[in-house]
T-cell receptor, first 110, second 115 residues
Framework: RKEVEQDPGPFNVPEGATVAFNCTYS??????FFWYRQDCRKEPKLLMSVYSSGNEDGRFTAQLNRASQYISLLIRDSKLSDSATYLC???????????FGAGTRLFVKA | EAGVTQFPSHSVIEKGQTVTLRCDPISGHDNLYWYRRVMGKEIKFLLHFVKESKQDESGMPNNRFLAERTGGTYSTLKVQPAELEDSGVYFCASSQVRRGGDEQFFGPGTRLTVL
């Protein structure tokens, strides 16, 4: 079993739709959680950190459920420019030994 | 502020040759990471430097890979001798540890092809 698991998708949604991604992690020692976005043949870019209390940044909301060991990302009012692969990233204590999920592919269509 | 830079952007070499990849982190970032993405797979951690010291090199595939970070600034990753399965994209990332987590900034990657 992979340490970080994501549904690979693809998710095909129309513009304006709300879409949610989940990610599960198996190591209960994990301390830090992030969502990164990766465009085709580009490097990953940090989208947002995920805090225990949940956090929101514009159209993006991230949640963490430590008891069930999953994190989620909600995108509201999807834009064409949101089309990308979304990577769930988990770090152990101190932020070291970062583990990446395989990513969830999102296509937003006009 | 300049981001993480990597050189070269592409490298095509033959099996058995040596290749050295370079990463220049964001100025002032003590943490430097190397990752690799093999086609069709997830990004995998290779190793982590704190300044010039190797904090964790548990992800290095074998002893054909050697990473250095002399002086705690830029880092090099040498593959010697290269094998076919070493092909992939090698990313470097850097961060400054902050409360609440380690937000890493990635370079554009080096695409390595071993023929």
């Amino acid at each position: 079993r992979k340490e970080v698991e994501q549904d690979p998708g693809p998710f095909n949604v129309p513009e304006g739709a709300t879409v949610a991604f989940n990610c599960t992690y198996s190591n209960s020692a994990s301390q830090s959680f992030f969502w990164y976005r990766q465009d085709c043949r580009k490097e990953p870019k940090l989208l947002m950190s995920v805090y225990s209390s949940g956090n929101e940044d514009g159209r993006f909301t991230a949640q963490l459920n430590r008891a069930s060991q999953y994190i989620s990302l909600l995108i509201r009012d999807s834009k064409l420019s949101d089309s990308a692969t979304y990577l769930c990233v988990v770090s152990r204590t101190g932020g070291f030994k970062t583990i990446f999920g395989a990513g969830t592919r999102l296509f937003v269509k006009a | 502020e300049a981001g993480v830079t990597q050189f070269p952007s592409h490298s095509v070499i033959e099996k058995g040759q040596t290749v050295t990849l370079r990463c220049d982190p964001i100025s002032g970032h003590d943490n430097l990471y190397w990752y690799r993405r093999v086609m069709g797979k997830e990004i995998k951690f290779l190793l982590h430097f704190v300044k010039e010291s190797k904090q964790d090199e548990s992800g290095m595939p074998n002893n054909r890979f050697l990473a250095e970070r002399t002086g705690g600034t830029y880092s090099t990753l040498k593959v010697q001798p290269a094998e076919l399965e070493d092909s992939g994209v090698y990313f470097c990332a850097s961060s400054q540890v902050r409360r609440g987590g380690d937000e890493q900034f990635f370079g554009p990657g080096t695409r390595l092809t071993v023929l």
